[in-house]
């Protein structure tokens, strides 16, 4: 496939339905996990504009003694490098191994700011059978931005990707 990313415009529905074969054909037969988790980001921030699209993927710390989530591939402004289980938006999706859609990032209880930008943000546990071992984190400049559209569809992508 080329690597040239067909954007879309019309519905939030459309445009994943149109991103979906194209990210498809980018992790089609690539076995490397760096760039499939880099091609993902630069797919969905050319496609909708986020403010930030990454992936922070679960990792042994042994001088804390736990594993916690070490930045991987992104997009957008400088973030985060180390975030520990249970903690802010992505720690708290670690945790509880299910999607988070925060409306307003300010109004959510130990929140960690990466950007003082970020007003909304989706975060996706990435799952080998039940075992989590990343997030793909989405960070919006407009509130209340995500909702189950983009559940759905970002849940649908993130069960492509491998540990």
């Known amino acids: 496939m080329a690597e040239d990313l067909h954007i879309t415009t019309g519905s939030k529905e459309e445009q994943y339905q149109s991103l979906l074969p194209q990210i498809q054909g980018l992790l089609e037969g690539e076995a490397d996990q760096t760039a499939n988790l880099a091609n993902v980001c630069a797919a969905l921030k050319q496609q909708f504009g986020w403010l930030w699209v ?27 490098t180390r ?14 191994g299910k999607t988070l859609i ?17 007003k909304s943000e989706i975060v996706i546990p990435l799952k080998d059978r039940e075992r989590v071992w990343g997030v793909l984190d989405v960070d919006s ?18 069960s492509w990707l491998r540990p």
Do not use: M
């Open 141 to 158: 400049q407009e509130l209340d931005q995500f909702d189950e559209t983009d559940q759905i569809f970002l849940e649908k992508i993130s």
């Open 83 to 96: 975030i520990r289980f249970g903690k802010g938006v992505c720690g708290s999706c670690w945790k509880e």
């Open 54 to 80: 990454g992936f922070y993927l679960v990792k042994p710390n042994a001088a804390a003694g736990a594993d916690e989530l070490v930045l991987g591939p992104f997009q957008g402004p400088v973030a985060c």
């Open 102 to 118: 925060v409306p307003d990032v300010e109004k959510f209880p130990g929140h960690i700011a990466c950007s003082s930008l970020s």
